[in-house]
């Protein structure tokens, strides 16, 4: 076990210690400019004196919270919508132009609309979040409807089942990977809209930590909410992995 | 002594097309019956019409004397591709038939336990269909099918993604199990050595449209071994049945590839 960890991992931990090493180095001998890049030793420096104020802990609270509150209503209303669309033919012709619209769309350009609405403080970022969210989810969560697999409703109509059971034993588990497949999408849209929000205009968030750092030309402490970001996208992302095994599991090997 | 499943007067159009053209056919309890024929005669839709996954155009189907109308649970259907749901166990997809008519209580799960073992999957019921082989997969169809304790058993070339020896297999091993309930079978194939070995009565079915052509009676001594197969009444009863339909296939094989 602990083996084959370190031959799966072996390269990429090497890979990402050389590349910290790299950094290190050009930022120290290279570039030498605080003003221009900050050395990971830096970085993390930043980021404990940050948290030893209590200042960082506030950002990643702020922008937690309208992370979180944004996406879950854009899954909410996203499987709601992909569910109406799956089993109405009319509805869904009439919401397609608008979903596929608003998903091709960078509708991250709205923000700076969405905080002369809503204010600075959250609720824009929160709007944003879920116009970025909301759509993937949607339409993974039809697609995943719409294609299950007709034989498989062909076996449970041998038995007799009536379309509430043929939707609650096959049509819903069958959608269950590609619901979870656009939730996973949206992680990853709901931070950058989470970040991009925040930038356009804020009180706190790791957005804001982002702008006032580059304000003060403080490249340690933008630095600090890259990493911190980066760190919760890869960590949601995993996690949903890990999800994935366990709810849908019949989809890997 | 009253027929198990009585068919007259059946019909079939998809649209402009005949399909089936004045099916008459009469079961006896107990009876293994086969349907074969070039493939366009109609033969699967034939049996997706007693299983009432499709219906018919005109005719009447009798089940002990009662009309037929849609699926029930008095015919179990075993597919061609086993159908299993990937995210249910062999026991829970076994199950299934007995839950949709809502009664899955501790003597629907004995039961199946029971014929799970019957059918040579014993200690698999908590497996998830990818860990189980080709032939495993049927036999899980198979259990499904019988779970619903149906009158008739209704299978459409249930071994034709098998391949060559898994098939010879599984045709005595489903000849054993019938053995053990004598259920009333009505069993698609497009292989005649399949629907000899295994039937009491072969129905040879004509294309364009699908129609019976001959009933022939199968006197071969039951229980049978796959050493049958090698003897000259065997092999008498299967060049019958190709004479019978040679020149249909041929013409069929003809227009599949034009």
């Known amino acids: 076990m602990l083996d084959r960890l370190r031959q799966n991992h072996l390269a990429g931990v090497l890979s990402v210690l050389g590349g910290l090493l790299f950094w290190e180095l050009v930022s120290r001998l290279l570039v030498a400019n605080a003003l221009f890049l900050a050395a990971p030793s830096q970085i993390v420096d930043a980021i404990y004196q940050l948290t030893l104020t209590g200042e960082l802990g506030r950002h990643i609270y702020i922008s937690s919270i309208e992370f979180v509150i944004g996406y879950v209503i854009a899954a909410v209303i996203g499987i709601a919508l992909g569910f109406g669309m799956a089993s109405n033919a009319r509805f869904k012709q009439a919401m397609q132009p608008w979903i596929s619209g608003f998903y091709a769309t960078p509708t991250i350009a709205l923000a700076p609309l969405f905080i002369l609405w809503l204010g600075i403080g959250i609720w824009s970022k929160v709007l944003v979040v879920i116009f970025l969210v909301l759509f993937p989810v949607t339409i993974n969560t039809e697609a995943g409807l719409r294609t299950t697999s007709e034989r498989l409703i062909e076996m449970l109509k041998s038995f007799g089942a009536s379309r509430s059971q043929i939707f609650f034993k096959v049509s819903l588990p069958s959608a269950l990977p590609f619901i979870l497949a656009g939730l996973k999408l949206g992680i990853g849209r709901g931070l950058i809209g989470v970040v991009v929000a925040e930038l356009f205009g804020s009180r706190a968030g790791l957005g804001r930590l982002i702008s006032q750092s580059a304000d003060a030309f403080n490249m340690p402490e933008l630095f600090a909410g890259v990493i911190v970001l980066a760190v919760a996208g890869i960590a949601m992302t995993a996690g949903f992995g890990w999800l994935e095994k366990r709810l849908v599991p019949w989809t890997k090997d | ?258």
């Open chain 2, 1 to 258: 002594m009253p027929r198990k499943v009585e068919i007259t007067g059946l019909n079939k159009w998809f649209g402009e097309l005949e399909t089936l053209r004045d099916i008459d056919v009469a079961v006896e309890q107990g009876e293994f019956i086969s349907v074969v024929g070039p493939s366009g005669c109609g033969k699967t839709t034939f049996l997706r019409i007693v299983a009432g996954l499709e219906p018919a155009t005109s005719g009447t189907i009798l089940l002990d004397r009662a009309p037929l109308a849609g699926p029930g649970s008095n015919r179990g259907f075993v597919f061609q591709n086993d159908s299993l749901l990937p995210w249910r166990t062999v026991l829970a997809n076994a199950l299934i038939g007995p839950e949709v008519a809502g009664r899955v209580g501790e003597k629907e799960r004995t039961r199946t336990l029971d014929l799970l073992q019957l059918v040579g999957l014993g200690g698999f019921e908590n497996y998830y269909p990818r860990q189980l082989s080709g032939g495993m997969r049927q036999r899980v169809n198979l259990a499904r099918a019988l779970a619903i304790d149906p009158d008739v058993l209704l299978m459409d070339e249930p071994f034709a993604s098998l391949d060559a020896q898994t098939r010879e297999i599984m045709q005595t091993e489903l000849l054993r199990i019938w053995e053990q309930g004598r259920k009333t079978v009505l069993f698609v194939t497009h292989q005649i050595d399949e629907a000899v070995f295994l039937s009491d009565r072969v129905l040879v079915f004509a294309r364009r449209p699908g129609r019976l052509q001959e009933s022939i009676e199968i006197k071969l001594p039951r229980p049978r071994a796959l050493a049958l197969k090698r003897t000259p009444e065997f092999t008498a009863y299967v060049d019958r049945i190709w004479t019978m339909i040679e020149h249909d296939v041929r013409a069929a094989v003809i227009e599949e590839h034009a």
